[in-house]
Structures are given as structure tokens and as C-alpha cells.
């Protein structure tokens, strides 16, 4: 169709679709491959936790996590997942914080 070897296009495809089944069976191990390779990677990141959300500001990226956007905290041994109500996820570390915070950002969603 467009090009002279028609079997490019299905093998691009092909490979198209395993990138994607990869995807869907390992988001965890392929997010973090994402964010280890991606241009915000090694950078430093400012975190301010205040009365209207969570905000995180870097060289490349601001973002804002109101506490209204939260839908629910799921608490792991090692960190906090906030999950939006738009579907996102961010991932806090617990060794950032003290108990009495940790504390105080799962109420403040609840």
C-alpha cells in the first residue's frame, strides 16, 4: 500500500500489538521502566503537602493532587498509592515521611 514491501507494515503491527500485551502484563515493571528512562529521570523533585493537596514540582513537570481528586489510599508496607478519581496513580514512600504524616494523609482522603 505504501510501501514497496507490504510486509513491513504487518510485522510493524505485529510488533505493535506484543508491545502492547507487554504492556498490559507487566504495567508496574514497564511504568517504572518508563519513568527510570524518561527525560525526568534522576531529577530532583520538590513535594509540598499542604490543606489543598498534594503539589510536586521538577525542571520538567508540575503537578497538583487535590485532595477532592482523591478516590482512595492503598497503603503498602513501603509507601502510599493515591488514586485519582480520574484513574492516575501516584506513589508516595513512607521513608519521606513520618508516622503522624502518613497518618494524617490517609485521613485527609478518607
Do not use: C
Not at 507494515?9 to 508491545?19: M, P
Not at 478519581?85 to 521513608?95: C, D, E, H, P, V
Amino acid at each position: 500500500m505504501f510501501t514497496e514491501q507490504p510486509k513491513v507494515l504487518g510485522y510493524f503491527l505485529v510488533a505493535l500489538g506484543i508491545l502492547e500485551l507487554l504492556h498490559i502484563r507487566f504495567r508496574r515493571a514497564w511504568w517504572l521502566a518508563r519513568q527510570k528512562l524518561g527525560k525526568s529521570a534522576n531529577a530532583e523533585v520538590t513535594l509540598t503537602i499542604d490543606d489543598d493537596g498534594i503539589t510536586t514540582n521538577s525542571a520538567h513537570a508540575q503537578s497538583t493532587l487535590l485532595w477532592s481528586d482523591i478516590e482512595r489510599v492503598i497503603e503498602t508496607d513501603l509507601g502510599l498509592i493515591l488514586v485519582a478519581k480520574s484513574g492516575g496513580r501516584q506513589y508516595l514512600s513512607k521513608s519521606l515521611f513520618s508516622a503522624e504524616l502518613v497518618r494524617e494523609i490517609i485521613a485527609k482522603t478518607q
